[in-house]
């Protein structure tokens, strides 16, 4: 028969061995699909559970790149604390399981990539689309903050869109998760564009604020199309963000209520950055549409932003 690609290229099946409540040995497979990329440590693949014929996303890590105890040590923060997590704007936590060479971890599919592609393609978005995706990390940071969880490494790149353009948090390889109230963390991780001034400090310790101070980088990020501490060198951009040394370019026209929104999250002192009930009603975000003020957060319908479904 004719040789053709298809019929060469080989089904790929990883499948992860079960002993149900019964002692019953049971077998889950999934069929691997088309490569999304890396991430990190992972190959990321579209996978279809055999059984359920639903589409996830996996990230496969092979267990010979994890010989680094900090590796280690990441991954399972990671798989502890995203477990945990059930939000209509968090990325959905499907299962883990390992064979002899790989841990598989099963996440909730977004087509559309993430809003850093999304910014790439369109240069940068209007100030409704930003309100509509500042409302769903809001709504995503209301709940991880009172689940004493801290993201930590909050930017476009881990902003995940759906096939309906929903927003979803992902990637908690960087979250920490607070043991008692007002505990402070120390450790410094972040991206550098995204990371807020008291954690390069690393003497005073930080918090849930320093989620807040990354929000304000990516709603500057959304409406001028590039980061406002961005330069070629990370240690220009540590002492820019030290400095708070950023300007609004004259050619990017933005209302001053963005403006002003950006100003007051972008403050170096973290007890002095709004709340995320505060940014939720500032200006910014209740001008543009009249929305009636009784209408739930939900059906606040986002504009339409052009996904990347061909169809
Ligand atoms: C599976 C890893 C990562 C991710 O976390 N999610 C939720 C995701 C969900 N849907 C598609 N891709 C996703 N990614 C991409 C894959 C390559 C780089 C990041």
Not at 248 to 254: G, K, T
Request: aromatic share 8%; hydrophobic share 35%; glycine share 6%.
């Amino acid at each position: 028969e004719k040789n053709t690609a298809e019929s060469s290229e080989q089904v790929v099946i990883f499948e992860e061995k079960i002993t149900k409540v019964n002692g019953e040995v049971g077998i889950k497979r999934y069929q691997r699909g088309k490569f999304l990329g890396k991430g990190g440590f992972a190959k990321c693949y579209e996978a279809t559970n055999l059984e359920t014929k639903k589409v996830l996303a996996a990230k496969i890590i092979a267990k010979s790149s994890l010989t680094k105890n900090r590796a280690r040590q990441k991954l399972i923060s990671e798989i502890k604390i995203h477990k945990s997590l059930q939000n209509t704007n968090i990325v959905q936590f499907e299962h883990v399981f390992e064979d002899h060479e790989n841990v598989y971890i099963l996440l909730e599919l977004c087509s559309n990539q993430t809003l850093n592609e999304l910014i790439k393609r369109r240069k940068r978005l209007t100030e409704i689309e930003v309100q509509c995706y500042v409302a769903q990390i809001i709504n995503s940071l209301k709940y991880l903050h009172a689940s004493n969880v801290i993201h930590r490494d909050l930017k476009l790149g881990n902003l995940f869109l759906n096939k309906s353009m929903e927003l979803k948090l992902g990637d908690f390889g960087l979250a920490t998760k607070l043991e008692f109230e007002g505990e402070k963390k120390r450790t410094i991780c972040g991206t550098p564009n995204y990371i807020a001034p008291e954690v390069l400090d690393g003497k005073v310790g930080h918090s849930f604020e320093v989620d807040v101070w990354s929000l304000g980088v990516m709603i500057y990020a959304m409406l001028i199309g590039k980061p406002p501490f961005e330069t070629p060198d990370v240690k220009t951009t540590y002492r820019k963000i030290r400095l708070n040394s950023y300007t609004f370019p004259e050619h990017v026209l933005i209302s001053d209520s963005a403006k002003n929104l950006i100003t007051r999250i972008l403050n170096l002192d973290p007890v002095k950055r709004p709340t995320l009930d505060e940014i939720m009603s500032h200006p910014f975000m209740n001008t543009g549409g009249s929305i009636p003020k009784t209408l739930p957060l939900s059906t606040l319908a986002c504009p339409p932003s052009a996904s990347y479904n061909k169809q």
